[in-house]
């Protein structure tokens, strides 16, 4: 059966798309930093005893991640849904049934890690295009102009903090082997 997209899905991409929108951006750009220096921070950790309301909790979030994916129509969006869906079902899966991954149960935080991270550069290109092309209409040309100079320091202040955490997170974190 086919779904359609009604109004309220429409207008929910209009209002919240991260390619459109610099705030909606700068949160995506900013969840997968804190998710990426979780994920690093608990790189050595010994796994967690899983917990069946975590269980319940994981899956009332992919619910809503795979509704809200269908109501996003870029593809960068649907890029980071998925990888946000992955994470979680490859993350409750090694907790729940471990035997699954076998001998590569090792490789589940580094790879978590990686979807973390190429989340984040994702949300970094969506940051950069959102902060590049403002959704400005013709009769606010002044507004267009006064943005100019915003969107070069935008750009510039999330570039330099984000380089500036994962340096800190790298320099106080080191990996080991």
């Keep these: 059966m086919r779904r359609k997209l009604s109004l309220s899905d429409q207008g929910l991409h209009a209002l919240y798309c991260p390619v459109k929108n610099a705030k909606s951006a700068l949160f ?5 930093s804190v998710v990426a220096f979780v994920s690093w921070k608990g790189l050595h950790k010994p796994p967690e005893h899983p917990d069946f309301v975590v269980l319940l909790f994981a899956i009332l ?5 795979a509704k809200w994916s269908v109501a996003f129509t870029c593809l960068r969006e649907r890029l980071v849904f998925g990888l946000v869906i992955v994470s979680f079902v490859v993350g409750e899966v090694a907790a729940f049934v471990p035997s699954v991954f076998g ?16 989340g984040l550069l994702v949300s970094l290109t969506m940051l950069v295009q ?6 400005v209409g013709p009769s606010n040309a002044e507004a267009l102009i006064a943005w100019q100079p ?13 380089v ?11 990996f080991r082997q």
């Design 61 to 65: 979030v992919v619910a809503m991640l």
């Design 103 to 118: 001998n590569h149960a090792w490789m589940v935080k580094p790879g978590k890690l990686a979807l973390s991270l190429f």
């Design 28 to 32: 995506l750009v900013a969840s997968f």
């Design 150 to 162: 915003k969107q070069n320091l935008l750009i510039l202040l999330v570039v330099t903090l984000t």
């Design 130 to 135: 959102s902060a590049r092309s403002p959704n």
């Design 164 to 174: 500036l955490a994962l340096g800190a997170m790298l320099y106080f974190l080191p």
